[in-house]
């Protein structure tokens, strides 16, 4: 299949998936005859779990990592329950972050802000 049929069924878009292929997210397409990109029937899957894995809030190098293993049949489900897992630790990290900045955020609105004496 071509790029444009690759990108209706996956919903991301030929820029983006040159993109993956470029930085190696993706296995490159074979060019076909005709000068263009085919690209496998099982390149639809290997984007949707790259979509689902960003969503995830997985980096592009780990998808990366994550996608070589899983469609080489190299990740077991306990290697990808610890990455998970780790995935799950640095939300957590994340969110407490945000708790924080909020926190401070509010401290500013209620007027206890360090600045408020240098305002007009």
């Not at 790029?3 to 993956?20: A, M, N, Q, W």
């Not at 390149?43 to 592009?60: D, H, P, W, Y």
């Not at 990592?65 to 630790?89: D, I, T, V, W, Y």
């Not at 401290?107 to 408020?116: D, N, P, S, T, V």
């Amino acid at each position: 299949m071509q790029i444009r049929e690759l990108s209706k069924l996956t919903g991301v878009s030929s820029t983006t998936i040159r993109f993956y292929e470029k930085v190696g997210v993706l296995p490159k397409a074979r060019k076909g005859t005709n000068g263009y990109r085919e690209y496998p029937e099982d390149r639809v899957m290997q984007i949707q779990m790259i979509v689902r894995a960003k969503v995830l809030g997985f980096t592009l190098n780990e998808i990366k990592e994550l996608s070589a293993l899983l469609f080489s049949k190299k990740l077991s489900p306990k290697e990808m329950a610890k990455r998970l897992k780790e995935k799950n630790e640095e939300i957590d990290v994340k969110i407490e972050s945000l708790r924080m900045m909020k926190s401070e955020v509010n401290q500013a609105l209620a007027g206890l802000c360090e600045f408020k004496d240098r305002l007009s």
